[in-house]
């Protein structure tokens, strides 16, 4: 049985580790549960006063945003996903016996498609082991439960709906662990983001866990934007989801004719910048808040970035972190890279880093 209860932070500890001792699968959501529409407008309304304007790209995964993107996954151009999953295939055994035995917690976790081969090598070493999906789609999360129930009935699921920055006070219940970063999502935080979620992250780690960390390559630029611009169209349709998303909690009275899907790379951020432009001005409203912007024709709004990395450079920056690098994979065409990595002692940072 898959089933969804609500936590406070207080008692998160002791659920989580009497879940762990039942072996009980379930999903739960971190924190009390706040008004969704709030915490959309709230977000909408800060994105669209900032300049340039942006948005948050987790609000792309509601039920609809989640079914559109395991899409555009699936498109010839969108080279990330199967790239990543042909590694994982390919070098899960290795990992496996790199990490032992552990307990597997995935960030951004989706719909857990890509687990499947670490699932099996992992179920070689013991008859029965522990996954935890986090994911700020509940219905991914609900989804990808029961697919893994019964696709590997010996792995005990527990779904966290959440963000990442409050699941990590968690992450002490789980050691040893293997948490998973993949999909190059590292690529949706700016620098000072990334640095943020690695501080706080390797803050709460027990020395000795592990690190798997999906990354996106620099690459001919063209391929880049392809990857972002299929010719079925689906990634524009994920874009425009976001402001049917608004039309529909908002209010926010969107002509969709005039919101265009444009996606670009940026050689000197080394970032694929994603944006909606808008071919009309609009009026858009946030109607729970009671408030309007203006957007001029020929404005974007951003929607999300994916920044590109060279390989090279990634062991020395997660190092600060504590975070030991203990094996690189990558494909053979050398687009994506896999770092395995180990956390051995505290950050050397400075604590503004941690801020």
């Known amino acids: 049985m898959f089933n969804r209860e609500h936590t406070d932070i207080k008692d998160k500890e002791l659920i989580f580790r009497d879940l762990l001792s039942t072996g009980r699968s379930t999903m739960l959501a971190l924190g009390k549960e706040s008004d969704p529409i709030c915490e959309f407008a709230l977000s909408t ?8 304007r942006l948005l948050e790209s987790r609000f792309l995964y509601d039920a609809r945003g989640s079914e559109i993107y395991e899409n555009i ?64 789609s509940s219905s991914a999360l609900r989804q990808a439960g029961k697919d893994i129930r019964r696709k590997f009935p010996d792995v005990h699921v527990i779904g966290i709906h959440s963000t990442y920055e409050k699941m990590f006070p968690l992450l002490s219940c789980f050691s040893p662990s293997l ?36 990354i996106d390559l ?34 926010s009275g969107i ?36 408030r309007t912007f203006s957007v001029r024709s020929g404005e974007k709004i951003r929607t999300e970035i994916s920044r590109k990395f060279v390989l090279d450079e990634m062991p020395p920056f997660l190092s600060a972190f504590g975070l030991e690098l203990r094996e690189v994979f990558t494909d053979e065409k050398k687009w994506f890279g896999l770092l395995l990595l180990q956390k051995t002692r505290p950050s050397t940072l400075k604590p503004i880093y941690d801020a």
Do not use: W
Not at 45 to 52: C, D, I, R, S
Not at 199 to 207: G, P
Not at 266 to 287: K, T, V
């Open 218 to 251: 620099v690459k001919d630029p063209a391929l880049l934007e392809a990857a972002y611009n299929d010719a079925a169209g689906v990634t524009r349709e994920f874009t425009r989801n976001l402001f049917v998303r608004m039309n529909r909690e908002l209010g």
């Open 73 to 136: 996954c699936a498109q010839p151009e969108y080279y990330l996903t199967r790239t990543e999953a042909s590694m994982l295939d390919r070098f899960a055994a290795q990992i496996s016996r790199i990490t032992g035995s552990v307990t597997l917690l995935e960030l951004g976790s989706g719909n857990s498609a890509k687990m499947d081969s670490l699932f099996r090598e992992f179920l070689e070493q013991s008859s029965r082991i522990r996954y935890l999906p986090v994911d700020v």
């Open 255 to 290: 002509d969709l004719e005039t919101v265009e899907h444009e996606a670009k790379y940026n050689p000197d951020l080394r970032r694929i910048e994603i944006a909606a432009r808008f071919d009309r001005g609009q009026q858009i409203r946030i109607s729970p808040l009671g």
């Open 45 to 52: 309304a800060a994105g669209l006063e900032k300049t340039p």
């Open 179 to 214: 948490i998973l970063f993949l999909g190059s999502t590292i690529g949706n935080l700016d620098e000072q983001e990334t640095i943020r979620f690695f501080s706080r992250m390797t803050r709460q780690m027990e020395d000795g866990d592990f690190f798997l960390l999906g």
